[in-house]
């Protein structure tokens, strides 16, 4: 029979294990997005878009994919990457001709914000199955605000909503990382990477708008 000691120790060592592996499939869809943005830096709004829709069906399919075939989740995950890559390069294309102090002020300013918020989420005993459900019910309002705003005008409705948003994104983040924390299923690993890494591209482009809209005033 094993002990306590041992078990507890065994969860421990699967859980390290866990956040290696997803910090390393984070930082390889990074890469790849970054390869996405330079390959896709002359595509049109069009293309974009389509680049969009599939980086979309990655994410749905690695739902499935992640059970039956862990290869199959890893390439859905860096086609994620890939594709989305591809779908903002146009804008920040666009940053880093006209305005490039805004992509390294926003990237920072992500680092910064990602990391603060992993660390408090990572660390902390509480249980944030609250924050997870009020965070899910803001994105959601959130959406319907950013509707409206294409719509209508609201006066610095743009600083609003990308405030707001990163307001969302700190409690989403904040969580994914706890779940990181005691999740102890090597199998979760590319779910849970592609759900920070969708967290730290929200903020950086929250933190686009923000810091865009400043120096172009």
Sequence with gaps: MNSPDYLAADVTNR????????????????????AGCYFGRNMGSGSAMLSFIV???CLIGMRFAVRASANLSVALLFGLGLFLGLAMS????????????????????????????????????????????????????????????????????QVIYSILGLVVFAGLTIVDFQ??????????????????????????????QLFGGKNRR
């Design 15 to 34: 859980t390290r294990t866990l956040f290696g592996e997803v910090m390393w499939l984070m930082a390889a869809t990074a890469a790849v997005f970054c």
């Design 55 to 57: 980086a979309f069906g």
């Design 90 to 157: 146009p804008t920040l294309s666009y940053y880093a001709s006209v305005d490039p102090q805004t992509l390294w002020q926003s990237a920072g300013a992500t680092a910064l914000f990602v990391t603060g918020c992993g660390a408090f989420g990572y660390a902390t005993r509480s249980d944030l199955s609250g924050v997870a459900r009020v965070s899910f019910w803001a994105l959601l309002g959130l959406t319907v605000f950013g509707i409206v705003l294409i719509f209508v005008h609201v006066p610095d409705g």
């Design 179 to 208: 779940r990181l924390r005691r999740s102890t299923d090597i199998d979760s690993a590319p779910l849970l990477a592609a759900s920070i890494f969708l967290d730290a591209l929200n903020v950086f482009s929250f933190f686009l």
